[in-house]
């Protein structure tokens, strides 16, 4: 069974740069999109960005000057970072596997499971 | 980007009774290939969100058969037959028919 195990900094000033790792274990690293989300405090789900295992990135237009997916050195690890952070950018954040249909290899995903456990980071002065 | 509006935002549920959620979108989900990219999941306190639904109607792995999910087009119901006490928390609808994905605003499922 496929599990993700997600790590980084959790508390951060303002203007630093967030970064979030998240491994996969007990699966294919292959044919599936590799996707980060992100839920402030008692708010909904907001989509950052997704890659393929060939490092192709896709991102939400209103982060995609601040954020980069990348692929691990470890072939079953991505990564986020995420530039100039500000109070807004409080949040769990998620790492997800997409499962990929007829669309093609390069999304967009048609659903997610699973979920990372969730990485609390807190952006603060 | 599509926007997902969910209904009610709150729903108070007695155990053993059944529980409807609805969800529509601003644009139809429906592919040309004639899939529907809607999804459900459900993410229980203190947890992460979990998937139940997938392209309008099937069930995730693992997911009971008293959840349901059905609609077409720009409108889509998330149906329980039977609720039960586990099944509290958020349920938010999404789409996945073109990125960025977008969700519902939550709807969160309380026992009375």
């Known amino acids: 069974q496929v599990q993700l195990q997600q790590w980084g900094a959790g508390l951060l000033k303002p203007s630093e740069t967030l970064s979030l790792t998240c491994a996969v274990y007990?699966?294919?690293?292959?044919?599936?999109?590799w996707s980060w989300f992100r839920q402030p405090p008692g708010k909904g789900l907001e989509w950052i960005g997704e890659?393929?295992?060939?490092?192709?990135?896709n991102y939400n237009p209103s982060l995609e000057s601040r954020a980069t997916i990348s692929i691990g050195t470890s072939k079953s690890q991505f990564s986020l970072r995420m530039t100039s952070v500000t109070a807004a950018d409080t949040a769990v954040y998620y790492c997800?596997?997409?499962?990929?249909?007829?669309?093609?290899?390069?999304?967009?995903?048609?659903?997610?499971?699973?979920w990372g456990q969730g990485f609390l980071v807190t952006v603060s002065s | 980007d599509i926007v997902m509006t969910q209904s009610p935002l709150s729903l108070p549920v007695t155990p053993g009774e059944p529980a409807s959620i609805s969800c529509r979108s601003s644009?139809?989900?429906?592919?040309?290939?004639?899939?529907?990219?809607m999804d459900w999941y459900l993410q229980k306190p203190g947890q992460s969100p979990q998937l139940l639904i997938h392209?309008?109607?099937s069930r995730a792995f693992g997911v009971p058969d008293r959840f349901s999910g059905s609609g077409s087009g720009t409108d889509f119901t998330l149906k329980i037959s039977r609720v039960e006490a586990e099944d509290v928390g958020v349920y938010y609808c999404?789409?996945?028919?073109?990125?960025?994905?977008?969700f519902g605003q939550g709807t969160k499922l309380e026992i009375k």
């Open positions: 392209e309008g109607s």
């Open positions: 999404m789409q996945a028919l073109q990125t960025p994905y977008t």
């Open positions: 890659i393929t295992h060939s490092g192709d990135t």
């Open positions: 644009q139809s989900l429906q592919h040309s290939n004639g899939n529907t990219y």
């Open positions: 997800a596997r997409g499962w990929i249909g007829v669309r093609g290899d390069f999304g967009p995903a048609n659903w997610f499971d699973p």
């Open positions: 007990g699966g294919s690293f292959r044919g599936y999109l």
